[in-house]
Structures are given as structure tokens and as C-alpha cells.
């Protein structure tokens, strides 16, 4: 680039900036002379703003508005039919040593992935403006909060990013100099040149999802798609956060936060679970439970930040602003509280669009409509023999429009936690509940999990795939590493460390059907489990934790699942010991970073089984 083009830069990024912070300032201006952007844009996070910017992608054919009466200052987004969701095998963690980053992540070293991506970012915002857009994760001054920016030419990742998180001002005047936040760079790697029309959906076949955590910084390119774009998601709350954490003694994890209260005693509790993508945390999160006793309400649906408080407990923010749901699935008799709170300001990605200009996806209603426009912009009937809404397409969506929201949502320093749940989907094995022993166990059984793949990542949906701690790809260091971090924790938490729980809504019966009715029947699991924390009930020790004694699990209303409680609860010790086999050799690849209490918590486990 010519010096005058430099110099021209400097003043883009200077004339309309909106902080003086100077590490800011260079910052902006070298991802900017790399990117060569047309326009700089210093985000507030204002509602003009966001009203600019939906004109213009509309205008641009890049956003559908929806029917003003059926769904206000609402959008129907399409995306490119190959960018649909993440993408694992183009997530990188470039820590120092490849060691750090563990066999569970992609690895590059940070000099080589630079070298990597640098061409790739050169000259990839050409014709297009540059966003910067200043996030909290968190209360601003929480804390637990942490600060962000993102860089990016995506105008959807900034609407997006206006709902998942505190964006604007405040954050950018958080962020002074020497302090320590996080920078994130995005492009669509699709720069307009030569007069070149910009289509819907910008990207680009070339995706790279990087981390590096050395430096607090994230660098994507080549998809719009959720966690591959809103980088304050699982880039930051989670990969860099994961980190972070590690070497400032907290834990991001990839879990919904709730709270309940016991409406006789008044007294309250909350919880945090732990579940793979799509098996079923803003469900959980938004529960409506079919027995009395209990007020729920949703504190946080996918991320929770956990750090001991100054009284020795373990506290939990949700450091974001809003849900990124998935839609299929989603309706009136599974999850009443979330079709609530899209009433309205909801960006969907890829569902479908219904004639009178509202949205539709599969399980939304029990009737499905005549016809549709799907997720791809074809029309459709239903006997088309494909899904209208793509199986991964969701909802962006303000917290506040939650009518379950706590106001311990806007907590300054969390809520303390009284039990923490491990779940997945697992058609067999896995009990409906069962409490661990102790914290290590606990920590055994989140390291442990499995779960069937789903439409939230690509690949093939159904296939069994250990998830620890529904963290696979979204550890930012070495798993083994982890699971020590954690086993410290609970050293460190001692009596008042949360207890433990395994869940599994998803065991099946010989014909494949679901044995246990889930969504707002879930309450009486979360009963038992508070019951437990209580010391109310006694329960029965198995193998592999405590579960119901007889007659704990209140199944008033759905006495018809008695006779199955049986199959739901059973444990088998022959596959259970194969599994045991299997953890073997899934801990084997992780070598001497093996921390020595799981090795200890399987052999107890092999016993307890009676090997
Ligand atoms: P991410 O946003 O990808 O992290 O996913 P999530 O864990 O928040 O998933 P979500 O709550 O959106 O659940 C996705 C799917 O799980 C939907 O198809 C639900 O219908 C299904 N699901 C949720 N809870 C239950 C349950 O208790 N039983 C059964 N059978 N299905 C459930
Ligand atoms: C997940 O896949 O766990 C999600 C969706 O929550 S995304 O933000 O795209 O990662
Ligand atoms: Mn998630």
C-alpha cells in the first residue's frame, strides 16, 4: 500500500473514533491497514444503529423483515448453504507449544498460523466497511466480567452481537489503557472489487476459526455462521475464557444457569448443566415444570463463567446478553417460555417463511403449514421430502424478552451455586439421574460424558463421540489440563463445592422411542436434585452414583412412566465395564497430563462394578 493510502487510514480510523485509549487506537489501525476497508464504523450499540443498519441489509436483499403485526422489528436471515454451522476441523487453538493446546484441539503454532492467515485477511474488507464493536461479557464492573472488541465486515455479526452481548459505550470506556481485554478480528474473506456485486450471504469456501490464547486474540475468516462469527461466544466465553480461567483460578463453561425457588420455604438455589450442543440447555434453562412447588427462572441458556466467591462458594454469571437458540424442535408444547420471548426484535437464520411473512420451522406447531419458502428461499410443500428450516437454524434473541428471566441475570457478581448437572444425549447406559460420590467423582463423570452428535456441528448426526464436560470444542488448553484445573477447584471449594449430577433425558426402548417424557418433566429430576442437596432424601448407592429410591422421584400425573423407571434406571454392569474399557483408552492419549485422581476414580469405578 502507498504511504498516502497509510496515511489515509490512520485518519478513517481517527476521525470518527470514540475512544482515546492509544492501545485501542494502534490496534484498529493495524487490522485496518491489513484489511483495507472502505468504511470504519465505531459501533454504539444504539437502536439508530441498529435501525441503519437493518435498512441497509434489507435494501441489500441481506435481510427479510418480517410481518410488522405478526413479528415486530423482526428478520429472516438466509445463510450460504455451506455455511451453516461450526466448523471443528477449521478451529485452531495456536497456543506456544503444541502440548498446551492437548490431542483433543486442532493445532498451529502462533508464528505459522500467522503466516497462514495474514495473506487471507490482506485486502479482505476491500469495498466493504469495517465494524468495530466493543462488547462486556458480563455486568460492566462485575466481578466477573471480562471486555472485548470485535473487527468485523460482517453487518449481521454486528446485529447478532448487539443481542448476545453488552455492547457499545460502556464497554469501550471499560477498556483503558494497560487493562486486560480480549481482541477478535472477523471477515467474510468476500472483499468487493472491481465493481464486484456483494451477494446475501458473503463467504468464503476457505474457513479458519483461530485462537490464541497467549495473547488474548481471536481470528476468523470465511463464515457469517453463529460461533464462527459472533466471536464473544465460543471463541471468547469459552476457547480464550477457558484460559484465562486456568491461569486466574475460574471456569468458562459451556453450561445453562437457573434458578429455583422452593415456593413453601421460600428459599432459593441455583444450578448449572452441562450438556453438547443442542441436547437441550435453553430447554432446560427456560423449564416450565409440571409439578408444584418450584418457581424457575432462566438465568443464562449456553455459557457460564464460575469463580469462587469471597465466602469460599462457587459463583456463576451468564456473561451473555441474549440466546442463540436452536429453532427446530421449539415449540409451544416443548419450550412455551422461548416462543414467548421471540414475540419480537429476533434475528432468524435459515428457518423457514411462511406466506403471511411470519416464520416456521419443524416442530414449531403440531400443523405444518401448506406451504413455506424454506431455509434455502425454494418453495416448499410437505410432501417436498426435505425439512423446511435447516436442522442447526436458530433465534437471536434478546435475554430481557425472557418472561422466566431472574434478576439475578443482572447480578454484579453471580449467583452461588448449589449443583451442577453433566448430560448428553445417550439412547442407552446412562441412568435418568444419578448423583457422584464426591466432587473427583463428579469431575469423572464430566470428563467422561458421551453424547450422539447433532446438526450443531457437521458430521454425522448420531454418532456416539465423547464430549467431556460438553466442552470438546470449545477447550481452549489441553483437556487433561482441565480436568486437573477442576479437580482443584473442588480442593480449593471443599465443603462448600456444588454437588454433582449425571443426567440423561434421551434413553430409548427397544422401539427407539424416547422412555422419559423430558422438557417440563425434567422439574421432577431438579426436585430430587434439590432434594438431595437438601439431605431429603436418601436415595440408593449404585455403581455408578446415588439415584431415587423408591417413591422419591414424584411421578404424580405421569404414573404411566412408572412401569418403565425400571429400563430408565437400569445400569448395566457388562456395558458399563466395556465403557470403563473404553474411558481406558480415551485417557491413554492424554499421556503423563492425566491427572492421577481420574485413573484412581476408574479403577474405584471397576470395582464398584465388580470386576
Ligand atoms: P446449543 O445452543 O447448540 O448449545 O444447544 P442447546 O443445548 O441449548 O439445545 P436446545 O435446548 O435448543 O435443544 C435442542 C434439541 O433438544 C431440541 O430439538 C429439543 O426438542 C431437544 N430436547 C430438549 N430437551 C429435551 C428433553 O427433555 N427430551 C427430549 N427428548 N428432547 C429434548
Ligand atoms: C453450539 O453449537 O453449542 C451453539 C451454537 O451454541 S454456536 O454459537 O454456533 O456455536
Ligand atoms: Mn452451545
Redesign the pocket.
Known amino acids: 500500500m502507498s504511504n498516502a493510502t497509510l496515511a489515509s487510514i490512520t485518519e478513517l480510523v481517527r476521525e470518527n473514533a470514540t475512544t482515546d485509549n492509544a492501545e485501542v487506537l494502534q490496534w484498529v489501525t493495524e487490522v485496518a491497514e491489513l484489511t483495507q476497508p472502505d468504511a470504519i464504523l465505531w459501533c454504539d450499540g444504539s437502536q439508530d444503529e441498529w435501525n441503519r443498519i437493518t435498512s441497509e441489509m434489507v435494501e441489500a436483499g441481506s435481510l427479510i423483515p418480517l410481518d410488522k403485526n405478526l413479528r415486530p422489528g423482526s428478520f429472516l436471515a438466509r445463510s450460504h448453504p455451506a455455511d451453516v454451522a461450526r466448523v471443528e476441523d477449521r478451529t485452531f487453538i495456536c497456543s506456544e507449544n503444541e502440548a498446551d493446546a492437548g490431542p483433543t484441539n486442532n493445532w498451529v503454532a502462533p508464528d505459522a498460523m500467522r503466516a497462514e492467515l495474514m495473506p487471507l485477511f490482506e485486502g479482505s474488507m476491500r469495498g466493504r466497511t469495517m465494524y468495530i464493536v466493543p462488547f462486556s461479557m458480563g455486568p460492566v464492573g462485575g466481578a466477573i466480567t471480562q471486555l472485548g472488541i470485535e473487527i468485523t465486515d460482517s453487518p449481521y455479526a454486528v446485529l447478532n452481537m448487539r443481542i448476545m452481548t453488552r455492547m457499545g459505550q460502556q464497554a469501550l470506556d471499560g477498556i483503558t489503557p494497560g487493562s486486560e481485554w480480549v481482541r477478535t478480528v472477523h471477515s467474510v474473506g468476500a472483499p468487493l472489487v472491481d465493481g464486484a456485486e456483494d451477494s446475501a450471504w458473503p463467504c468464503n469456501d476457505t474457513k479458519y476459526i483461530t485462537h490464541f490464547p497467549d495473547t488474548l486474540e481471536v481470528w476468523s475468516y470465511g463464515s457469517g455462521y453463529g460461533g464462527n462469527a459472533l466471536l464473544s461466544k465460543k471463541c471468547f466465553a469459552l476457547r480464550i475464557a477457558s484460559v484465562m480461567g486456568k491461569n486466574e483460578g475460574w471456569l468458562a463453561e459451556?453450561m445453562?444457569l437457573l434458578k429455583l425457588t422452593n415456593t413453601e420455604t421460600g428459599k432459593d438455589y441455583h444450578l448449572s448443566a452441562a450438556?453438547?450442543?443442542?441436547?437441550?440447555?435453553?430447554?432446560?434453562?427456560m423449564l416450565q415444570p409440571t409439578i408444584p412447588g418450584w418457581k424457575v427462572e432462566t438465568i443464562g441458556?449456553?455459557i457460564a463463567w464460575l469463580r469462587p466467591g469471597k465466602d469460599g462458594r462457587l459463583y456463576a454469571i451468564n456473561p451473555e446478553a441474549g440466546f442463540?437458540?436452536?429453532a427446530?424442535?421449539?415449540g409451544e408444547s416443548?419450550?412455551p417460555v422461548a416462543m414467548e420471548t421471540l414475540w419480537g426484535n429476533t434475528i432468524f437464520t435459515n428457518v423457514a417463511l411462511t406466506d403471511n411473512g411470519d416464520v416456521w420451522w419443524e416442530?414449531m406447531t403440531d400443523s405444518v403449514p401448506d406451504h413455506l419458502i424454506d431455509w434455502q428461499g425454494n418453495d416448499w410443500t410437505p410432501d417436498s421430502g426435505r425439512p423446511a428450516a435447516h436442522p442447526?437454524s436458530?433465534f437471536t434473541v434478546p435475554i430481557q424478552q425472557t418472561p422466566s428471566l431472574a434478576r439475578d441475570w443482572y447480578e454484579q457478581d453471580g449467583v452461588p451455586l448449589d449443583a451442577i448437572l453433566f448430560g448428553g444425549r445417550r439412547a442407552t447406559n446412562v441412568p435418568l439421574v444419578a448423583q457422584s460420590r464426591s466432587w473427583n467423582h463428579g469431575v469423572f463423570v464430566g470428563a467422561t460424558i458421551s453424547s450422539e452428535k447433532?446438526a450443531?456441528q457437521e458430521g454425522t448426526v448420531g454418532e456416539l463421540r465423547r464430549d467431556p464436560f460438553a466442552m470438546l470444542p470449545f477447550c481452549g488448553y489441553n483437556m487433561a489440563d482441565y480436568w486437573g484445573h477442576w479437580l482443584e477447584m473442588g480442593e480449593q471449594l471443599g465443603e462448600n463445592a456444588p454437588k454433582m449430577f449425571q443426567v440423561n433425558?434421551?434413553r430409548k426402548d427397544e422401539d427407539g422411542n424416547?422412555m422419559?417424557?423430558?422438557?417440563g418433566?425434567?422439574s421432577r429430576v431438579i426436585d430430587w436434585v434439590i432434594r438431595r442437596v437438601e439431605g431429603e432424601h436418601t436415595g440408593v448407592e449404585t455403581a455408578v452414583g446415588t439415584i431415587p429410591a423408591p417413591g422419591e422421584l414424584n411421578l404424580t400425573g405421569i404414573e404411566e412412566v412408572e412401569k418403565d423407571l425400571g429400563k430408565i434406571f437400569a445400569i448395566d454392569p457388562t456395558s458399563w465395564l466395556a465403557e470403563a474399557d473404553l474411558t481406558e483408552e480415551y485417557f491413554a492419549q492424554f499421556g503423563d497430563r492425566l491427572p492421577a485422581a481420574l485413573t484412581a476414580e476408574l479403577d474405584a469405578l471397576r470395582d464398584r462394578l465388580g470386576k
Open positions: 459451556h445453562l450438556f453438547p450442543s443442542a441436547c437441550g440447555k435453553t430447554n432446560l434453562a441458556d449456553d442463540f437458540g436452536v427446530p424442535g421449539t416443548t419450550n416442530g442447526n436458530r447433532t450443531a433425558w434421551f424416547f422419559w417424557p423430558g422438557f418433566d425434567n
